[in-house]
């Protein structure tokens, strides 16, 4: 085998070590303490987007869902009337569920 081969063999062994299970790891958890979202966080870090999806869904397990279902009941509002918000969840990356009845409130509350 030639100096080549082994050269491009000991890199590919290389990356294979530092890339790994601890590697991603470490960069999950410090993706996960910023306010960046994964593409972002790849891009600043210069990591390969692609590869830190697959290591992430590997490592991060899905979650059980524990949590019961809230009922909803929906009122046709008139058409001239715009609804009093009682409630606004910030749900994070730009999303809200405003509440207008004051029983999910207290519903909510409760929980």
Not at 9 to 20: M, T, Y
Not at 83 to 90: N, R, S, Y
């Amino acid at each position: 085998m030639g100096r080549q081969a082994n050269n491009d063999r000991a890199q590919k062994d290389h990356h294979s070590v530092i890339e790994g299970k601890a590697f991603w790891q470490y960069h999950i958890d410090q993706c996960q303490k910023t306010t960046l979202n994964r593409k972002a966080y790849c891009r600043a870090q210069k990591l390969n987007y692609n590869r830190f999806q697959y290591w992430f869904y590997k490592l991060i397990p899905s979650l059980p869902v524990k949590q019961k279902s809230i009922p909803v009941i929906l009122k046709p509002e008139p058409a001239n009337n715009k609804p009093l918000t009682l409630c606004t969840l910030e749900l994070g990356k730009g999303k809200r569920l405003l509440i207008h009845d004051i029983s999910i409130v207290n519903y909510l509350l409760e929980k």
